[in-house]
């Protein structure tokens, strides 16, 4: 499919925002500091004539915005900026920053390879190989950019990491294949020596027909059904043909064959027949006897049949006691019809494929061929040389790393079917796409908005969309964080890692609940139910909850209607994570609403807040401690954003139980948005954040899951589409599944741009 | 001369551990009179290790009031008194690239990824990642091809899973203080079995010679096969994905090394430590350090490698020590903001850490090498890139070096260097010692005198 050219971006709007708007605001609230001699924080507003010139700095800028947004800039001490300045300078400059024309063709971006992370590598070899690889829970932690771990650009690959691969792909090829020891239900060996009737054992081993005659074995066979009689033989060799024989079953005569191979160099041959169940004989006879005294060569005067060994196996075509894994490997094997490169090829074709998400090209199977080769080289059989290839495809790139055909520079392009199929299953599976996926990429359905559509409900109700639960929502609350939170025992008799694992447990209940019935994405703050398990509704204090003839750790749902509870911010997973080890943080519980509900964090602490020496001892409860610690105008201006808010939250202690009091003195859970709208509890806060902030709660969700759905941070340029995803979801009732599509259908989701020249 | 005639075998607790089929064994060439590393009479290799702890110090009980050879020892460095003489206290060192720079908050993050690089890391949570070279990834690439493994990485905590790290910087800097270029974090690694593994094998004893010998020449074939497919996919891609697979082409050179550098390794019989294979990741912070720490010295022991690092925690680590009674978090406790019980907590911590650190140093100083001991011929630098917890400086750290790399400066002394001094002067003065000549490192403005 030819790419599309990007039009170049029209600046006309930008330069004059800036010349009218921002540079005047600018000037009045900045020049004092950063322009001239002295320049604080590097940051020398003489560079900046031209709005071109701002585009350029655009992350200086940001967070430049971002200061001005929380008060932080201008120092609230020297500087004393108006709201009405504030709002117009914010204003003017997210425009300029960040608004686009979505009119035109926008730029969907582009994302860089992405390597597997451990528990999309730990779901893909179970959907690959049928194996659970607990040993990927090992591998070194995946590096987190944006709040996610699948981001291409910070997922490296250290050695350490590459020998864990080869490690695992040597014990899961190892484990999938068997290569020794087929389990049939018969697999008799017999020596020559021990056939019965003509001829004499040589060498002890073997059996020597010397004169015409039958050797025969006597064979159990267990079942009715087609058995591989498997003969070593050789000949003494004289006059002027081959020794003869005849292999027989019973008295029915199964082949005569000419044997010229001679002792140093025996052959192999193998026959299949079927057998009836019960005892079975089959026989050797040697054909042609010959005797010449007289030769001149001693070595050409005796003609012998030599037997060396007979195998009986099978029955054949059912292999019962082959584990899954290998069969699904060996789905074809090598026979009478199907040579055995040819059964290799099409074995290798078939995982190759599945592995690298594409069809794997005839040269990439030429060379997986050679290590098949290697291994019949080196005395290994058929099977090993698979295992062998198979190891090559679980450590190769293409296995590792999820990889797009590259486009040419400032070219747009939609990405292919297979693409597609795979960016769906990692979105929402962390796995690769399943069979369906692949035959529907095959027949390149998945461009075809309607089948892409019935897929994606297809995956959403497949129950490995529990992973989406668990890496997104799991992630994008930061639930991960609750296992490495250290809490005070002493404090906190009650805390153990069980009831943290609960915790968790319910969070991630609850959002499955949410993605089962494609509820509206609303309820994460204002639903009247969660879960909990006996450990949970002890801790709520939820005493009429029943777990009759529930199971010990079962988790049951529970009408929370009227109840103190009820929403994500109610949960004792995230209020035990925004916690202190001793003590609830409404800072930390602040900035969390602010970074993960509304997508709107706070800047870092300024540079000398933390060396702040001579702080006199702060007395009284927290809320009057911090208020006095936020006297400090330097801190003040973002801890008035944040504190409130983690005030609301203060009737629930450091593990999220109820209480009315802290130490001795009485909660007071008034909270205030930066706004001024005054609210008492979380639940009212909750309230509030859907009433006063639903577009930026709808646009901070759509934001985090376009982030994790592409690997990549998000970008100004990005707006267009997000702008659409969350008007899309407003239109659609605020349903997930709308949410979820509408992230699918956007352009960064379905295109790719080439990389500048 | 002789091959080894008996299994060279590490006993451990019902398991015997075999070390890698050595060419030795079938008298190759290669061990004709090649003297032990260990134990021969020749120069003992130098080895150099790095150790961390996060938050800063408490200062005041860790700088000795006096300079020079008569000074006292204070309370959160008592427990590793008895190498008092093979210690040097160095005061006024800075790590200017761990500070703002108009880069605002984020002291944590900057402090590990500047501890060993010198370098200003770029603030940025997702791409663009940029830091500096790592000392002793620099020290690996001159001198790590002698041994079987270049460097170890070693920790307690694996990279983060979730969440931005620290005030807008990667999880990738709080958690990563080794750097083998300025985009490439080298991970740790946190778990002690797989450590020995690496070292000494999996123990198959039955899998040797001819076994062997295909395994490997299947593995190099493998390696082979992934290389060839890198390399043509490489071609293909652009800028940003070029890189991610240079980093994979690399890791793929590194394990071909490693299995060809496998005769490197000798280690007589009689010296083999008697060391059982480590049953995973210990629940106990102490535990697990110690185990860590035990790899470290097998390891050095071993000459498996001469540079390793070692981090007690990530950065910023919030971590409370019950064991020690430090019943608050460690960085919450570090802004102690003059409170006493804060303070009683964050002397607790590091004397804690040092604690830990005695049993590093009494296990290398068992080790007998030559005339001295395996902490001899070694330089220890344990310290942070954070000067006072309470404050986040990061002038005036808190480092301590203990040996001398086989009497290459004297020991025994606590010395002050004038204010800001760059701590890398010092990485100047170490990479000299261990004979890699570089003018500068990092932000370096001469070589420390010591």
């Known amino acids: 499919m030819p790419g599309q050219i990007l039009p170049g971006q029209d600046l006309s709007f930008q330069r004059e925002l800036y010349l009218s708007k921002v540079q005047p605001l600018v000037e009045k609230y900045c020049h004092d500091c950063h322009q001239g001699d002295s320049v604080e924080a590097d940051f020398d507003l003489g560079g900046y004539p031209t709005a071109d010139h701002v585009l350029e700095a655009r992350d200086h800028w940001k967070k430049a915005l971002q200061r001005i947004r929380f008060g932080d800039m201008p120092p609230p001490d020297d500087v004393e900026m108006p709201d009405p300045d504030r709002q117009k300078f914010v204003q003017s400059l997210d425009d300029l920053l960040n608004k686009i024309d979505c009119t035109g063709g926008t730029d969907p971006g582009r994302v860089t390879i992405r390597r597997l992370n451990r528990n999309e590598y730990r779901n893909t070899i179970k959907a690959l190989i049928g194996l659970d690889y607990r040993p990927a829970a090992d591998f070194p932690g995946d590096d987190v950019g944006y709040g996610f771990d699948n981001i291409g650009d910070v997922l490296s690959l250290p050695p350490i990491l590459m020998e864990k691969y080869l490690t695992a792909a040597e014990l899961i090829s190892r484990r999938a294949i068997v290569t020794s020891g087929f389990d049939f239900d018969l697999d008799q060996q017999t020596l020559g020596k021990d056939l019965q009737g003509d001829g004499s054992p040589t060498n002890s081993l073997e059996k020597n027909l010397f004169t015409s005659g039958t050797a025969r ?313 969660s879960y909990v398990d006996r450990r949970l509704a002890t801790h709520y204090q939820l ?215 | 001369m002789s091959g080894i005639s008996r299994r060279t075998v590490l006993r451990g607790l019902g398991t015997a551990v075999a070390l890698p089929a050595l060419e030795i064994m079938s008298g190759s060439p290669l061990s004709a009179g090649t003297p032990s590393p260990v134990s021969g009479s020749g120069d003992a290799p130098k080895r150099m290790a790095f150790l961390y702890v996060p938050n800063g110090i408490h200062m005041p009980e860790w700088t000795p009031g006096k300079t020079g050879r008569n000074f006292e020892l204070k309370k959160i460095l008592k427990p590793v008194a008895e190498f008092k003489s093979k210690m040097n206290l160095l005061s006024g060192l800075t790590l200017n690239g761990a500070r703002a720079l108009g880069d605002g908050g984020g002291d944590h993050a900057r402090s590990v990824a500047a501890y060993l690089t010198g370098a200003h890391p770029r603030k940025t949570d997702g791409k663009d990642i940029k830091n500096g070279i790592s000392i002793d990834q620099l020290a690996a690439e001159e001198i790590g091809k002698q041994t079987r493994f270049s460097s170890l990485e070693l920790g307690i905590e694996a990279s983060s899973q979730s969440g931005r790290c620290d005030s807008g910087y990667s999880c990738a800097y709080s958690s990563n203080m080794c750097w083998r270029n300025p985009t490439t974090p080298v991970a740790k690694e946190v778990n002690p079995t797989a450590v020995f593994d690496r070292l000494f094998g999996k123990g198959k004893v039955k899998d040797r010679g001819e076994a062997k010998l295909k395994r490997e020449k299947y593995k190099k074939s493998i390696l082979d096969f992934v290389q060839e497919d890198a390399e043509a996919l490489k071609r293909k891609l652009g800028a940003g994905d070029q890189r991610k697979l240079e980093e994979y082409l690399y890791a793929v050179r590194q394990i071909e090394k490693q299995l060809l550098g496998a005769d490197k390794l000798y280690v007589p019989e009689t010296d083999v430590p008697d060391y059982p294979r480590p049953a995973g990741v210990p629940s106990q912070y102490e535990e697990h350090v110690k185990l860590m720490m035990d790899m470290m010295v097998l390891a050095f022991q071993t000459d498996s490698t001469r540079i390793q690092t070692f981090m007690f925690t990530n950065a910023g680590s919030n971590r409370n020590y019950k064991q020690v009674g430090a019943k608050m978090g460690h960085h919450d406790s570090s802004h102690h903001r003059k409170n006493e019980d804060k303070i009683a907590n964050i002397e607790k911590i590091n004397t804690y850490h040092v604690t830990l650190l005695r049993h590093f140093l009494h296990r290398l100083d068992s080790v007998k090498e030559g005339d001295g001991t395996l902490l001899d011929n070694s330089m220890i630098m344990y310290g942070s890139g954070i000067g006072d917890g309470d404050r986040h400086n990061h002038s005036n750290l808190p480092i301590a070096l203990f040996g001398s790399a086989g009497k290459q400066y004297e020991t025994g002394r606590h010395l002050t260097f004038p204010k800001e001094t760059p701590l890398t002067n010092l990485y100047v003065r170490l990479l000299d010692d261990f004979g890699i000549r570089v003018d500068s490192f990092g932000d370096s403005n001469g070589k420390l005198d010591i």
């Not at chain 1, 962390?430 to 559509?453: I, K």
């Open chain 1, 217 to 529: 074995l006597r064979v159990n066979i267990p079942t009715d059904g087609d058995y591989e009689i498997e003969y070593v033989v050789y000949g003494q060799q004289a006059g002027n043909e081959p020794v003869k024989m005849e292999l027989i079953a019973g008295r029915k005569s199964l082949r005569k064959t000419s044997i010229r191979a001679e002792e140093d160099n025996p052959v192999t041959l193998r026959k299949e027949h079927r057998f009836a169940k019960g005892f079975r004989s089959v026989g050797f006879r040697f054909l042609n006897d010959y005797y010449d005294p007289k030769n001149r060569d001693p070595n050409r005067r005796d003609r012998n049949l030599i037997i060396k060994s007979v195998r009986i196996r099978g029955p054949l075509g059912r292999e019962p006691n082959l584990p899954e894994t290998h069969q699904k490997i060996f789905f074809v094997q090598p026979g009478k019809k199907l040579s055995r490169d040819k059964a290799a090829r099409q074995i290798l074709t078939r995982i190759a494929s599945r592995a690298f998400r594409r069809p794997a090209s005839g040269e990439e199977i030429n060379r997986l061929m050679k290590l098949v080769k290697l291994a019949e080289i080196n005395g290994d059989n058929f099977e090993t040389g698979i295992q062998l290839a198979l190891q090559a495809i679980l450590v190769s790139p293409h296995f590792l790393f999820k990889i797009e055909k590259p486009v040419p520079a400032r070219q747009v392009r939609r990405l292919n079917d297979y693409e597609i199929a795979t960016s769906l299953s990692y979105f929402l599976w962390s796995s690769m796409p399943d069979d369906r996926l692949f035959r529907l990429a095959h027949q390149q359905q998945l461009q075809n908005p309607s089948v892409l559509r019935a897929e994606v409900e297809r995956m959403l109700g497949d129950v490995r969309s529990a992973e989406l639960v668990r890496n997104f929502v799991g992630q994008w609350l930061q639930l991960r964080n609750l296992k490495e939170l250290s809490i005070d025992e002493t404090l906190f008799p009650q805390f153990n890692d069980k009831l943290l694992e609960s915790m968790k447990k319910e969070t991630e209940l609850f959002a499955w609940d949410l993605l089962r019935r494609d509820a509206s994405i609303l309820e994460f703050l204002n639903a009247d139910f």
């Open chain 1, 543 to 757: 005493d009429q909850v029943s777990f009759e003839g529930k199971k010990p750790e079962e988790f049951v749902r529970v009408s929370l209607a009227g109840s103190r509870r009820g929403g994500i911010l109610t949960q004792a997973s995230v209020l035990t994570l925004t916690s202190n080890p001793t003590r609830t943080s409404p800072v930390k519980r602040g900035r969390w609403v602010l970074d993960n509900l509304l997508n709107l964090p706070p800047p870092p602490p300024a540079p000398d807040a933390m060396e702040l020496e001579d702080q006199d001892e702060l007395k009284g409860t927290l809320r009057q401690r911090m208020q006095m610690h936020r006297k400090n105008p330097g801190c003040a201006s973002c801890h008035a954003k944040m504190d409130p808010i983690g005030f609301a939250m203060e009737n629930f202690d450091s593990i999220g139980r109820w209480r009315e009091k802290d130490g001795s003195l009485p909660i007071d859970a008034t909270g205030e948005f930066p706004n001024g709208k005054k609210f008492k509890g979380p639940q009212q806060l909750q309230q509030l954040l859907l009433s006063e902030k639903k577009d930026e709660f709808i646009r901070c969700l759509a934001e985090k899951m376009l982030t994790f759905a592409l690997g990549r941070g998000i970008e100004y340029y990005d707006r267009c589409a997000v702008d659409k995803i969350v008007n899309h979801v407003k239109a659609n009732g605020y349903r997930i599944s709308e949410l979820v599509i509408a992230v699918i259908e956007s352009e960064p989701f379905q295109k790719r741009k080439g990389t500048s020249p």
